[in-house]
């Protein structure tokens, strides 16, 4: 009985003793250096130490365009610094700062900023950026939590009506038909539907059906996604349209022709026009090159104009050891040039409003996108509300026979918990 | 009394051998510390507390929280609690069927392949199993080609006139399809009212998804393999002697499986269920490559709503109480199927006909005895 107490002691004490060991380990990088969130008034600046760069790269061209700007800010500041390509950008991030060994700076998307700035690992440096007033107003509202402006916005996408012109010119539609309104847009859905091809085929998901809340005045939350206004009457009327076209047979999911998205319902002409944003180029020219296309702005609601905008951002880590060489090398990757450079090599639109004229000289086709920027909404931005998106993506899959006004209470319901 | 024991023990030949015994165990038992019982630990002390995933879980400002992550998931009444019901009756589903039909399925292809006259034996074997040395993500990869709308599951269909379902984008469950045919689309407000994890027992009862029927064939296809080797190992382990002995008795083909092979081969039996019960809890990678949950949620599945939350959601406490609730169901029914399992005595109504008449006495001491040897077989 003895011997096997004993037993147990000695093990037992090995535990601890390893679990002990392990803390130790641990505190080395758990202990002090925490709550210096928020105001960058004293930011890190150990010039010895190099920065790291974690990006997530839709392919070789944007991997090799950022890889230059980062090579190029590094030979004019002194500062060493290296980019690498995450696999999966959400898992090696939530590593990093575990670690307290985060990339310096790296994308993060709108969906992620709430969840790393509520734990204080995102650095709050919007406000000492020198380009600060040139970004879009609605594209700082996205980056802002908490009443603070947390990252520059790195590039944007707004959602545009792409129209294939040769399916247009044969249903007997000419430039002037391009539709402006929700009743002109029913009308030209109708003439460039055929048995096989319907008028407009949209992914069946808050992301494009939210362009018709926005064009009746509604969107999920309010601006800075403070107060949750789901089951407002204007996002009901939104959805109540999108409704309305699909029991109309005007318009389909494009996942119900058969496509992954509303690109490929539109590549494969299994669609006449789609709501997509300004990266259905990249798609169409390297898989469709037959295809051939225009962009216009999204018609106008009873509100307005109205259209989505999705983004991504410069982060820089509360633990990076030299934030002060970080924030220089953000304002040089959203600079104009480097903008216009990283827009001529994989498609973003630049985030400043100076870039502007450059860039519609350059991509005439794409003006409407970038006209987009005056009037688009974001996806709201509190902490948790993806999970509520996704939960509204999967009722809005049986929009046709469901209720908007049912859909969006849930919404409302589930976003108002969020906010508690 | 303890203390010569104790005296006897340090002194003599024998002196040493718990030092040394304890030095050649270290080095295990150092490793499975560090990278198994540490590691669960924190995971359990993060799901107590409120940490946010900004460096270590027991750095000072990390809290307790009690039960507050559990109760969020358990009884929170939101989008939490919503989301993980939803993932349980997923994978419950998957569970229900993949199981059992792996589990015969397996137990088929081993007989089968177990037979003397059977040619190309080897080929069989190799094929079936297959599936299971390659890596899941290929076969995911594969499987989403196989049943995409246009794919070959569905042209397959085509030709004797099914109309394919749009196989990983349809969220409707199978049985709520299966009653709709009798135009059943509605359920019962006794079913509709009440829920359970913020999932209505109507929706519980909905059935696997399409998207998930897809995931529970290709599991099947998948680990019949794995299993059958074990099923192949044990049927080989068993004595001819036995059946003989039954064919003397009289037993027919179909009596010999039932009643004398399988009870022998019922601790292989309990490691295939095992086995296949673990896995099919811990469903992650096919949802991870494949649908990340989608259609409608229909393919979520706890193990990968646990990573969600944490690494997607940074709701990590969450996550790792997500990580115990399940742990806490396969233990739960790993001992509820050791139960049922478990040797019985014969009963009585099962032993009246022999006892009337003393001839077969001596066949039932025949099948009683592979019972007892299956009972030392599963002391190890």
């Known amino acids: 009985m ?22 130790g380990c641990s505190s080395s990088f758990g202990g002090t250096t925490s709550g210096s969130t928020g105001s960058a008034a004293a930011l890190t600046s150990d010039a010895s130490k190099s920065l790291t760069v974690l990006i997530g790269s839709s392919g070789d061209a944007e991997t090799k365009a950022v890889n230059a700007a980062v090579a190029s800010w590094s030979s004019s500041s002194g500062t060493k610094a290296t980019v690498s390509v995450a696999s999966d950008l959400n898992q090696q991030l939530a590593q990093g700062f575990a670690a307290k060994k985060p990339a310096d700076v790296f994308y993060l998307s709108t969906d992620a900023l709430a969840g790393y700035a509520s734990n204080g690992s995102l650095l709050a440096y919007g406000d000492s950026l020198a380009n600060k007033d040139d970004f879009y107003p609605s594209l700082v509202k996205s980056f802002t939590y908490d009443g603070q402006f947390y990252c520059a916005p790195k590039d944007f996408s707004t959602l545009g009506l792409v129209i294939n012109t040769d399916a247009w010119a044969k249903a007997g539609l000419t430039d002037a038909d391009i539709p402006t309104t929700w009743d002109q847009l029913e009308t030209v859905a109708k003439k460039l539907t055929t048995p096989d091809q319907v008028g407009l085929a949209i992914g069946g998901e808050y992301a494009r059906a939210g362009a018709f809340m926005a064009q009746a005045g509604g969107n999920l939350m309010n601006e800075d996604s403070s107060k949750a206004t789901a089951n407002s009457a204007e996002a009901v009327a939104g959805l109540t349209e999108v409704k309305k076209l699909l029991n109309d047979g005007v318009m389909k999911y494009a996942k119900d022709v058969g496509a992954g998205w509303g690109g490929e319902a539109f590549g494969k002409q299994l669609a006449a026009m789609t709501i997509e944003g300004n990266w259905i180029t990249g798609a169409m020219s390297s898989d469709y090159p037959s295809v051939k296309y225009t962009v216009a702005e999204l018609p106008a609601g009873p509100a307005g104009k109205g259209t989505m905008q999705f983004t991504n951002c410069w982060g820089i880590a509360t633990d990076s050891p030299n934030q002060a060489a970080a924030l220089k090398l953000v304002e040089q990757l959203t600079s104009k040039d480097s903008q216009l450079a990283f827009s001529t090599a994989f498609g973003p639109m630049p985030s400043i409003k100076s870039a502007a004229s450059d860039w519609k000289a350059a991509n005439p086709v794409l003006v409407p996108f970038l006209n987009g920027a005056d009037y688009a909404v974001g996806t709201p931005t509190a902490k948790g509300s993806a999970d509520v998106v996704t939960e509204l993506n999967s009722k809005l899959e049986s929009l046709k026979t469901g209720d908007p006004q049912q859909i969006l209470d849930a919404a409302q319901k589930n976003l108002e918990a969020l906010l508690k | 009394m303890s203390k010569p024991a104790r005296t006897s023990r340090r002194s003599g030949i024998r002196g040493g051998e718990a030092a040394s015994g304890w030095l050649f165990t270290a080095p295990m ?17 993060v799901s107590f507390s409120d940490w946010g995933g900004r460096g270590s879980p027991f750095g000072g400002n990390v809290k307790f929280v009690g039960f507050d992550n559990y109760s969020t998931l358990l009884n929170g009444g939101g989008l939490a609690e919503q989301d993980f019901g939803t993932a349980l009756r997923n994978n419950a589903w998957y569970v229900v069927l993949v199981v059992p039909i792996q589990t015969a399925l397996s137990l088929l292809l081993a007989v089968l392949v177990n037979r003397q006259i059977l040619r190309g034996r080897g080929f069989f074997r190799t094929s079936f199993y297959f599936p299971s040395v390659t890596s899941s993500v290929a076969i995911t990869v594969l499987w989403l080609f196989l049943f995409s709308s246009t794919g ?15 196989w990983f984008n349809d969220p409707s469950g199978i049985l709520h399809n299966f009653l709709q045919l009798f135009g059943v689309t509605q359920g019962p407000a006794a079913l509709t009212d009440g829920s359970f994890l913020g999932v209505s027992w109507w929706d519980w009862l909905a059935g696997p998804s399409v998207a998930m029927t897809a995931f529970i064939l290709m599991a099947v296809f998948t680990t019949s393999g794995t299993f059958m080797l074990l099923f192949i190992a044990a049927l080989q382990n068993l004595s001819g002697e036995v059946t003989e002995a039954a064919m003397m008795d009289g037993a027919n083909g179909w009596q010999r499986f039932w009643k004398v092979t399988l009870p022998q081969l019922r601790p292989t039996l309990f490691t295939v269920l095992t086995l296949g019960l673990i896995g099919s809890w811990q469903v992650f990678d096919q949802i991870y490559t494949g649908t990340k949950g989608a259609p409608g949620k229909t393919t979520l599945t706890p193990a990968y709503l646990s990573y969600q939350s944490a690494f997607n959601n940074q709701e990590w406490g969450q996550g790792a109480a997500i990580a115990f609730i399940l742990f806490v169901i396969i233990v739960f029914f790993t001992l509820f199927q050791r139960w049922v399992l478990r040797e019985r005595p014969v009963s009585k109504r099962r032993m009246r006909p022999y006892l009337t008449n003393p001839a077969s006495a001596v066949a039932l001491a025949a099948t009683a005895t592979p019972a007892s040897t299956t009972k030392s077989g599963e002391s190890r």
Request: aromatic fraction near 8%; hydrophobic fraction near 60%.
């Open chain 2, 152 to 166: 070959a599951i569905n042209k397959l269909l085509s030709f004797i006139g099914i109309n394919g379902p749009n």
């Open chain 2, 29 to 45: 038992i150092i490793l499975l510390g560090m990278f198994l019982v540490v590691p669960v630990l924190m995971a359990l002390w």
């Open chain 1, 2 to 23: 003895q011997r096997r107490t004993s037993r147990w002691m000695i093990g037992a004490g090995l535990t601890m003793a390893g679990a002990l060991a392990l803390t």
